[in-house]
């Protein structure tokens, strides 16, 4: 994403907020999706597929490594090359804004015996990867960042399989590293999880016939000959749906259906603390799409009560910590969150980008060296501009207040939205009643 595309929308105040909505594809499983794709032999279809600056940016890191990928809307198609296929070239693999596609990748390329070089924006080039260089070197792979950051050099080869009991909660550095044990010498590779995080990736590469077993806080998997192509419909997004659970209880008399989203239980922390505040959220049509828990939600404002969310809940919300700091600001009494010190290294400092955003449209925050607490108030916000800073959910937390406020709030940087929701503001603007 480029500064010339940057544009400032400006969201008026909503008296109330209904209708349906349907959700981009989750990114998470369209990102894996997509990869294991590329590792599988013959082609895949993705249909569902969440079409966004991020997943299409590892639609072009596929293409690099001499993948074929087609992209035609919500269906995505790959042609895998196989466990051992990848042409690996010396050109630089841009990852963009995308940390899953950046850590995933790693993980696939420690498995091949060639170097390959890893490169990303300003935001990505910020974020540790020393988290994913140091399980990698473990197994057998050279592993070089540039002061922990990216740009990374990998230069693959035969791979041990190893323990790995996690330092931080991350699904992303789990995947690294599960993916690197499909090409390790023997098995099983083990990773032992602090906290359990989303689990896309073992549900994606089982159902491609890859050998995982999950349980007591550990995940293993055996090294794989081959995996079989996918026909999979991705569910929609939880975290592109939470945007819309957080606008109806921030604006009173509200009442929304999202369709067709994703629950897997590692997503949905976001329903737990908003029914905890009072909110009335309901689920229909359960079933079972590609391996994974899906639902339609319905949700009713309420008057809110704060909360407080501690470590052990936070891997479960983590992409849903700015919007509950919003909605925070509406309920009565102070909401505290803790043991949150990953939102420091996503794709803002999401401690201080959230701070920032909603002191900028009159709420009552401060932030600590892991969370943040907010102060309740009984009147909407004020309104105001809130900067994105490079951050498509922060631009998401602008939006809603805007809706939520007296006065409107213009986002800057509103095209980061594109990252991982292209029409965004579209889908909201269409659940205005006035
Ligand atoms: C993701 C995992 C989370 C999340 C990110 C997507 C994934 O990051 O914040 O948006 O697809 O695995 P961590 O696993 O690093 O916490």
Not at 256 to 274: A, Q
Not at 335 to 340: E, L, P
Not at 393 to 400: E, P, Q
Request: with cysteine.
């Amino acid at each position: 994403m480029t500064a010339g595309a940057a544009q400032a929308v400006c969201i008026e105040p909503a008296t109330v907020l209904r209708g349906d909505v349907s959700v981009p594809g989750d990114k998470s499983i369209s990102h894996r999706a997509l990869l294991i794709g590329a590792l599988a032999e013959g082609e895949s279809e993705i249909r569902g597929f969440g079409g966004s600056a991020d997943t299409l940016t590892t639609a072009s890191a596929l293409r690099t490594l001499g993948v074929t990928v087609e992209v035609d809307g919500e269906r995505a198609r790959v042609a895998g090359v196989g466990l051992h296929g990848l042409r690996v070239s010396s050109a630089p693999i841009d990852c963009g804004n995308a940390g899953t596609l950046m850590r995933l990748l790693a993980g696939i390329l420690a498995g091949q015996p060639t170097a390959a070089q890893l490169t990303g924006d300003a935001s990505l080039s910020r974020r540790p990867l020393e988290r994913i260089a140091e399980p990698l070197r473990q197994m057998g792979a050279t592993v070089k960042t540039t002061d922990g950051h990216a740009p990374m050099a990998i230069e693959g080869g035969a791979l041990q399989p190893i323990r790995y009991v996690l330092p931080v909660a991350s699904a992303q550095v789990k995947s690294c590293v599960l993916l690197a044990g499909l090409f390790a010498t023997s098995g099983p590779t083990e990773v032992v999880e602090p906290l359990p995080t989303r689990d896309h990736t073992e549900r994606l590469l089982r159902s491609s016939g890859a050998r995982v077993a999950a349980g007591a806080g550990a995940v293993r998997i055996w090294p794989a000959g081959s995996l079989g192509p996918q026909s999979l419909d991705v569910p929609g997004d939880f975290s592109s749906a939470a945007p819309f659970l957080a606008a109806t209880v921030l604006v009173p008399g509200s009442e929304l259906r999202v369709h067709g989203v994703g629950v897997n239980p590692t997503r949905i922390g976001f329903i737990h603390v908003l029914e905890r505040m009072g909110a009335r959220i309901s689920s229909f049509n359960r079933r079972v799409v590609a391996g994974e828990p899906v639902a339609d939600l319905e949700i009713t404002a309420g008057e809110l009560t704060a909360t407080s969310i501690e470590a052990a809940e936070v891997a479960t919300l983590i992409d849903e910590l700015p919007l509950f700091a919003l909605v925070a600001t509406r309920a009565h009494g102070t909401s505290t969150v803790s043991g949150a010190e990953e939102l420091r290294v996503k794709e803002s400092d999401r401690i201080e980008t959230t701070t920032e955003a909603v002191r900028a449209v009159g709420g009552k925050i401060s932030h600590t060296r892991d969370g943040f607490s907010v102060r309740g108030m009984s009147r909407r916000l004020r309104g105001g501009r809130v900067d994105a800073r490079g951050d498509h959910r922060i631009a998401m937390v602008g939006a809603l207040a805007g809706l939520a406020s007296r006065g409107g709030v213009t986002v800057e940087g509103a095209h980061w939205v594109t990252v991982s929701y292209p029409g965004f503001f579209e889908a909201i603007e269409s659940l205005r009643t006035t």
